[in-house]
């Protein structure tokens, strides 16, 4: 009876934990809610590339949670959670605050692995939070820096390669933007653009092996050859050791050293340890969930995205999912308050979206049809931004990206470095356009039939953001 008074507690301020607070705050949750969260800005992952290369500033895609969650019903504790005790209800943090609670939602994500690669942990840069992209920028910078300073040609080479390890979809996309980003940088310096290297290091011949992008491939392939700089691969290469020169890695039973000055490391993640220790049932390090997204053991305690797996649906770890997995968690904890019983998660697959490039990517919808390109590029990112949570936060960084667009600016150098015409700009703008258009007719014509065939790719939220329909 006691524990019915202590307050809902959300381990992790990610997709799945911050969508559950936001939404539980939006449906007049009576009971009080702690998001606990070890940082103290939401990183918006599928777009920490624009972060890097200053196409989005930070209050667009790495917002501080004060600000997100102000006027929210949402208590912020900034800490980090130490362990978690099922059996007591209670969770201890690193500044020895205690939480007790009453109903509990893990959302803990996962980690970077680097598989006891020797000299990663020293040498590699990660690439999985804002704090983490604005690292990579620095240092990049730098590195450009010191290049143009420096006359020996061999240690210019070396400062100006850029080894990306893995060449699953995260390796992809940040080797396609940094092929175009780096030669504008360095031109800029003063230096020669087409002196930059960007080589992928990839374990298997495959790219997107695996990966729900793998269907993407050809277009891939052909978006890293056309890029300013075109990215070059190493396939069949598996990273031994690292060091402040490079890479070493082994290849048909040859060891061989790739020399870089910069060493990205997008190869893989791990499960959170903390989770790893609880007493339930895991696969592969994740948390089994039933399909109302309750442990099987605890069920006043919910996991979702990237910490938890339905085994009888398993769905890919990705923001889309951990995000609808939110809204359901909120939906059931609400279920749970009004003595009705939980409900099943529907999660509904948006088709595929990657950036390959500088204003360059492709939104692959219903599995079906690929659009490439510059258009490619506004349904990804205006896609993302009508994900952003809080409503009049999104609704600012829309107008403001989609004034940016429209006006070209933090544009006009980019074209023109990137050899594109105005003309071509033009064209895609045109194409923009007409893909925006097209669903507003079809909105305007049959708005329930365009609300029930649409609702699942997210199209109908973006369009009421971006233009309401008039009543
Ligand atoms: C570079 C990159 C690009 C991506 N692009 C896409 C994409 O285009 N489309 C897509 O669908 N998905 C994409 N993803 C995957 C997607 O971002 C993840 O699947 C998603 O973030 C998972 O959400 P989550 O809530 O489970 O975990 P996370 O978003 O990782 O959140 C977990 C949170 O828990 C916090 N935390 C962890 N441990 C503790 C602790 N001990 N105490 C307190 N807090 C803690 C972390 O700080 C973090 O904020 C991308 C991922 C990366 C890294």
């Known amino acids: 009876m006691q524990q019915a008074c202590h307050p809902t507690v959300i381990l992790g301020g990610g997709f799945a934990g911050l969508f559950t607070a936001l939404h539980l705050s939006q449906q007049n949750y009576s009971h009080p809610i702690i998001l606990i969260e070890q940082r103290d800005r939401f990183s918006f992952k599928p777009l920490l590339y624009e972060l890097l290369s200053g196409e989005l500033h930070s209050e667009q895609v790495y917002p501080r949670y004060k600000e997100l969650l102000a006027g929210s019903k949402v208590s912020f504790v900034q800490n980090t959670v130490r362990s978690i005790d099922l059996y007591r209800r209670r969770v201890n943090t690193a500044s020895g605050q205690i939480f007790d609670y009453s109903n509990l939602v893990l959302a803990l994500g996962s980690k970077t692995a680097y598989f006891n690669t020797a000299g990663a942990a020293e040498y590699a840069m990660p690439f999985t939070s804002g704090e983490q992209a604005i690292a990579l920028r620095k240092h990049l910078r730098h590195r450009l820096h010191e290049a143009i300073q420096t006359s020996n040609p061999e240690r210019r080479r070396l400062l100006l390669t850029v080894a990306i390890i893995g060449a699953g979809p995260a390796g992809i996309e940040l080797a396609c933007t940094l092929a175009d980003l780096l030669p504008i940088w360095y031109d800029e310096l003063g230096g020669d653009g087409s002196e930059i290297r960007i080589v992928l290091v990839n374990r298997s011949r495959e790219i997107l092996k695996g990966d729900v992008n793998s269907h993407l491939r050809c277009t891939v392939q052909r978006a890293m050859k056309n890029r300013v700089i075109p990215v070059d691969c190493l396939f069949d290469a598996a990273v031994t050791k690292m060091t402040s020169n490079g890479v070493e890695y082994q290849q048909q039973d040859q060891t061989q050293m790739l020399q870089a000055g910069t060493i990205a490391w997008t190869a893989g993640t791990a499960p959170n340890p903390l989770l790893m220790e609880l007493p339930v049932t895991h696969n592969r390090g994740r948390l089994v ?10 069920p006043e305690v919910f996991a979702a995205g990237d910490c938890a797996i339905n085994g009888d649906n398993p769905q890919p770890p990705t923001a889309q999912v951990a995000y609808q997995q939110g809204i359901a968690i909120a939906q059931n904890l609400q279920r749970m308050r009004e003595n009705q019983p939980t409900i099943p998660v529907q999660i509904q697959l948006r088709g595929t979206l990657m950036k390959l490039g500088l204003n360059e990517g492709v939104a692959n919808l219903f599995n079906k049809i690929q659009i490439k390109g510059q258009p490619g590029h506004l349904i990804r990112e205006g896609t993302y931004l009508q994900l952003l949570p809080n409503s009049a936060h999104n609704r600012k960084v829309t107008t403001e990206w989609l004034t940016d667009e429209l006006f070209q600016r933090h544009r006009a150098v980019t074209y023109m470095q990137l050899g594109q015409t105005p003309w071509l700009s033009g064209a895609a703008t045109t194409a923009a356009a007409l893909i925006l258009t097209t669903p ?14 649409l ?17």
Request: no cysteine.
């Open 289 to 298: 969930v039933t399909p109302t997204l309750q442990l099987l053991e605890f």
């Open 440 to 453: 507003l007719i079809w909105r305007a014509a049959q708005p329930t039939q365009f609300q029930q065939n």
């Open 455 to 471: 609702s699942w790719t997210g199209v109908p939220t973006l369009l009421d953001r971006l233009v309401p329909p008039s009543r």
